[in-house]
């Protein structure tokens, strides 16, 4: 059967409030009011990340925030402190977004699916954080925006992640005007899921963490991996890849099981192999 652990009330004196309940790791961004991504934010993040990679007692990640914005993106004052330095702070710059590059790929590559619950503002690199998840739950009154364009910093790097989860024509419109769309909006250009109210927004997303958490781990990290493998290639290599992809799924053991158990009309009993 499928490993759960009990809840663990959330810890840490840090920018990342951290806890458990029966396979789902949730992470909260708990430096408000901006919780801004700073270098220590980034690097505490990318540290739970990579701590859980191979936790089979973590099935599912879902990443919160506290406050009314969820991420207001990098901590330009930090950044702007180092504009006095002799290199007028390029280095600082390169190494802050290379940290925020690697965080954004580890999510897109991370073997756990990730979720994001979002109540309130994510702009700039916050909506990076929001598009680079795997699934995106918002309240009534998120927002989003990539507001670069009206502070002379182009926001090339949300950019990426922005550019990969809504249309061309949408992304443009985004950062080119800088100017802020509500939940609707970001739901109808396909930013997110599903827009519930406020109260709710907790309850939703868990459950959408332990449906996925029921699932056998190993399918669903094969499956995830696949997702972004394929998307990044041809039609014929697509294909041809992903049918590797079925052969070796159907040779694994959770698919032997899952399909005698529906032959069989019961519960599967997956062994996560």
């Known amino acids: 059967m499928a490993e759960v652990v009990a809840i663990k009330p959330a810890v840490g004196d840090g920018p990342v409030l951290v806890s458990q309940d029966k396979g789902v ?54 950044m702007t402190a180092h504009r006095a330095e002799p290199d007028r702070g390029r280095a600082f710059f390169e190494k802050t977004f290379a940290a925020c590059a690697k965080l954004m790929q580890t999510i897109v590559r991370h073997p756990k699916p990730v979720i994001a619950e979002v109540d309130g503002l994510a702009t700039a690199a916050g909506l990076q954080l929001v598009a680079s998840c795997d699934l995106a739950i918002a309240s009534h009154e998120a927002s989003f925006c990539t507001p670069g364009v009206n502070i002379g910093l182009f926001c090339s790097t949300p950019m990426v992640a922005l550019s990969r989860n809504v249309s061309r024509k949408q992304a443009m419109e985004m ?99």
């Not at 781990?217 to 014929?236: H, I």
């Not at 697509?238 to 079925?246: C, E, L, P, T």
């Open 25 to 78: 790791l949730r992470l909260t961004l708990a430096s408000p009011p901006a919780n801004a991504l700073s270098l220590a934010t980034m690097a505490a993040l990318q540290a739970e990340f990579d701590r859980v990679r191979t936790d089979k007692s973590v099935r599912v990640i879902i990443l919160a925030a506290s406050g009314k914005v969820f991420c207001a993106g990098h901590d330009l004052k930090e």
């Open 175 to 273: 950062l080119l005007t800088g100017e802020t769309i509500d939940a609707a909006t970001a739901k109808e250009f396909g930013l997110v899921n599903r827009i519930v109210p406020r109260e709710y927004l907790n309850q939703v997303v868990n459950k959408y963490a332990q449906t996925i958490a029921s699932k056998s781990s190993v399918v669903v990290k094969t499956g995830k991996e696949a997702f972004y493998a394929q998307a990044e290639m041809g039609l014929a290599d697509a294909y041809a890849y992903s049918g590797r992809v079925m052969v070796e799924n159907m040779l694994a053991r959770d698919a032997e099981e899952g399909i005698g158990a529906f032959i069989g009309k019961r519960k599967p009993e997956w062994t996560d192999e």
